[in-house]
């Protein structure tokens, strides 16, 4: 069994940065892939980015490249997410996941991963 327990979430005006953190523990949980999804009001759960487990293959979405990005800590069993130049309509609950089965590969799909953390709520204010 793996836990994740996100943090770094909180409110920022447009513009801003925040990044986010999610803490894996559980065994074998730094050879997993992990992603970043996020979900707002009355949507449903979208694919934000991914990093497999060596931190060396990275997905982003459409709408986020260039803005956020991606990272492992040096122990694999962090990831985080650095999120630049912040739109209100980044604004959702963003869940940290991990993905055993992903090998060297990134996926999107929410199907694919298999734990799954409470989410953080970031709020970006215009």
């Known amino acids: 069994q793996v836990q994740l327990v996100e943090s770094g979430g909180g409110l920022v005006q447009a513009g801003g940065s925040l990044k986010l953190s999610c803490a894996a523990s559980g065994r074998a949980s730094s050879n997993y892939a992990m992603g970043w999804f996020r979900q707002a009001p009355g949507k449903e759960r979208e694919f934000v980015a991914a990093?497999?487990?060596?931190?060396?293959?990275?997905l982003y979405a459409d709408s986020v490249k260039g803005r956020y990005t991606v990272s492992r800590g040096d122990a694999m069993n962090s990831v985080y997410l650095q999120m630049n130049s912040l739109k209100p309509e980044d604004t959702a609950v963003y869940y940290c996941a991990a993905d055993p089965l992903a090998g060297w590969t990134v996926r999107d799909s929410p199907e694919a991963y298999r734990y799954w953390g409470q989410g953080t709520q970031v709020t970006v204010s215009s």
């Open positions: 990093i497999n487990w060596s931190g060396r293959n990275e």
